[in-house]
């Protein structure tokens, strides 16, 4: 079935670091692909998306281009930030039949120190 | 809106009693999600409804796990009787038409039976 393969946290860095947070898949047919972003005691939030090969989701400084010759869409940040210090996850829709789910990855975890 | 509304966010109990988590979607979506967060685990889907009927219930882990969504701003996921190893964040999660873009996710009940 399909699934997402995350790096594994936590990532520790320095304000104004450059981030890269890996995630791959494995599905049939052609997926939308998520990042979603939890901080602490909320729930997840939608980050940015592609619905599409080569297409390139951003917001808020971050980046992820879905690849689809190397199934991957990893997240990018040139800079970051204290308050960007959350849980990120991977995801991507699962359209087999009528279904409507979402596909996670097991998340990563990201500290920002100042 | 005031967004997905779950209640309550904290919830300690003792093993073997019932328990009942709440959740408000937002007002004129038509689908439901409730998912279970653990670390070892990650975000598991237990159940979604569409206009109120459960479509897709094969994450409900076992007969103790019930879901309920008598009406369109209503839902409930009732666990009978409840064990240690439920211990877990509760998430409601509410979308229109199942399209990804507007998934929203509630605050979560953090449940810890003891």
């Known amino acids: 079935g399909d699934s997402v393969t995350q790096m594994e946290g936590p990532v520790t860095l320095s304000e104004e670091a450059f981030l890269t947070i890996n995630c791959t898949y494995t599905a049939t047919g052609y997926p939308s692909l998520f990042w979603y972003v939890q901080y602490p005691g909320e729930g997840l939030q939608l980050l940015l998306k592609a619905t599409k090969a080569d297409d390139k989701g951003s917001n808020k400084g971050f980046e992820a281009t879905y690849r689809k010759e190397t199934t991957s869409f990893h997240l990018e940040k040139g800079s970051v930030q204290v308050s960007d210090s959350a849980v990120y996850f991977c995801?991507?829709?699962?359209?087999?039949?009528?279904?409507?789910?979402?596909?996670w990855g097991l998340g990563t975890s990201l500290a920002v120190n100042p | 809106d005031a967004g997905v509304i779950q209640s309550p966010r904290h919830e300690v109990t003792e093993m073997g009693q019932e328990v009942t988590l709440r959740c408000k979607p937002i007002s004129g979506h038509d689908y439901l999600f409730w998912y279970r967060q653990t670390m070892m685990r990650g975000l598991e889907l237990l159940i979604y409804?569409?206009?109120?009927?459960?479509?897709?219930d094969s994450g409900m882990p076992e007969d103790r796990f019930s879901a309920k969504m008598p009406n369109a701003s209503f839902s409930t996921l009732k666990i009978q009787p409840s064990e240690p190893r439920d211990s877990a964040v509760y998430f409601c999660a509410s979308s229109l038409g199942g399209f990804f873009l507007s998934y929203t996710f509630g605050s979560g009940t953090r449940l810890t039976v003891v």
């Open positions: 995801a991507l829709s699962d359209l087999t039949g009528n279904n409507r789910k979402l596909i």
């Open positions: 409804f569409n206009n109120n009927v459960p479509i897709d």
